[in-house]
């Protein structure tokens, strides 16, 4: 596929991934993980949380992750922040990017953070701006992007709004979420159909989970046949979400690292040690990684 | 996806599926196995094996399997044989479709069932026109056709000799497999765009293994991109191959029905009954099945 970019994956397991676990991982845990993840080729490594500790316990210690962590040189450490305090938690401790979230379902909105789509947005637009003004790159989470498990089918149209309104406060990437993994390719390619009308290819990340084992399918049709290079995922397979009934966990680092390798994608990460990374936390889960490679010796 | 054919799937867990569990499965179990498969709606089911039970000892029963189902009209019940012997013992039985089986690796025919690509096919020979003589139809399967655990990659130049040399047999059907998981939809692609030059897409069924969580893209990719419309997969994921070091087990009937469904297929089948099908065997396996919907509520 020599005309098909090189892929960028945005490990999101320290985040995304484990605030769905009910066990308390311990910091060292999550520490050795983030650096077993750096050490793995990953650039892009979602690192915690700076949201209330009473809605996600599990990112409590995020400031900690952040100050204990081993940084490697060109690698990106980003926190997900919900506000403008936690905004300053990101700045005090040296976060380089900052991610905000929202959806594309008013009613996912509403349970997943109780704020209408407009009232996230409002709340977003003085932390994109500080962000930018201290020089930290923005990401904007677009979740439920395909399926609501609330409200069933979501239109593409739906997205690019969201999309643009976050364009216009200063966000300069976008995750695109199928947050319950019900999405399959031709949904996919629907809505990347229109959504790169209206911007580059290069500003998208697709979050896809794998509830149902679609993920790997709908990463490849995204790169194939539109370019995306850009893929959120979670070492070991890691997540699922609580507002979402039945979603399985993020789509595993390792799985789509070896389907991109195989269909002759530029990888740029370390397959083993990405299993490995995820073997790590092995004994604080309590239950077994569901990735597939997670599996079988490789 | 108006113009894509209606899916078949060929259910290959009571034989392709069981044939690789340790634990022997009590004979009423693969027997209420099989009728609820039948109740599932699916049209093609792969009920047992006609092999040396010092080969494949799981296959032992397979007589008494013929003997105890209750079989449902418009269903087609097959077998695997290897020989004349199977084949009377298919007949004997009364199995509606045989199945005879080589591979496009001389190194993995070889070690599978210690013989060249050649010898089985002069084997074979007799085995066919007896069968169709008798009015069953013939499957023919094609193992490691895309990667061989011994050789690496397959060039699709072999699958293509094979398989034009069982047409030239009688065979009428081929199932291409991915016998240890390791094709990608660019694989898949590049077969099927020159395999179908030589045969109809509908006397193709793909058998895809979900070692490395690929194969719901091959499969996706091989209808939408090549219409084909035959899958082999095994209701629970079971399966894989003791003689392919690292395969994980067939691809789970009920994820391949539900991702071609929400792609806008056909699939005529009932994913709660097959997802309960495999639930019998549960207890008699001593391990969770892999299939993805298998750990949700659907």
């Given amino acids: ?161 969201v999309v643009e309104k976050l364009i216009d406060l200063g966000a300069e990437e976008f995750s695109i979420g199928d947050t319950i993994g019900r999405a399959a390719p031709v949904d996919v390619r629907a809505l990347l159909e229109i959504l790169l009308e209206r911007i580059n290819a290069d500003k998208v990340a697709m979050h896809f989970h794998d509830t149902y084992g679609m993920a790997v399918a709908n990463a490849l049709s995204a790169w194939e046949d539109y370019k995306v290079s850009g893929f959120d995922s979670s070492a070991g397979g890691l997540g699922g979400c609580p507002y979402a009934p039945g979603a399985g966990g993020n789509v595993a680092t390792e799985d789509l690292a070896f389907a991109f390798s195989a269909s002759g994608g530029k990888v740029g990460v370390d397959i083993g040690k990405i299993k490995a990374a995820a073997a790590l936390l092995q004994p604080h889960l309590g239950h077994p990684t569901p990735s597939r490679l997670g599996r079988i010796k490789v």
Wanted: aromatic share 8%.
């Fill in 1 to 161: 596929m020599a005309n098909l970019p090189a892929l960028r994956f945005v490990e999101v397991g320290p985040r995304d991934g484990l605030q769905n676990e009910h066990k308390t991982i311990p910091l060292n845990a999550k520490v050795a993980f983030i650096n077993a993840l750096s050490e793995a080729g990953l650039k892009e490594i979602e690192a915690g949380a700076f949201v209330s500790p009473q809605a996600v316990a599990q990112m409590a210690d995020s400031e900690q992750v952040f100050k204990k962590i081993q940084r490697k040189r060109g690698v990106i450490y980003s926190a997900l922040v919900p506000n403008e305090q936690g905004l300053e938690r990101a700045l005090a401790v040296k976060a380089d990017k900052i991610a905000v979230f929202t959806a594309a379902s008013e009613t996912f909105n509403q349970r997943n953070i109780r704020a209408s789509i407009a009232e996230s947005l409002d709340r977003f637009a003085p932390v994109i701006l500080k962000a930018k003004q201290a020089g930290l790159a923005v990401r904007a989470y677009v979740s439920a992007a395909f399926y609501c498990p609330f409200e069933g089918k979501i239109a593409p149209e739906k997205v690019i709004d």
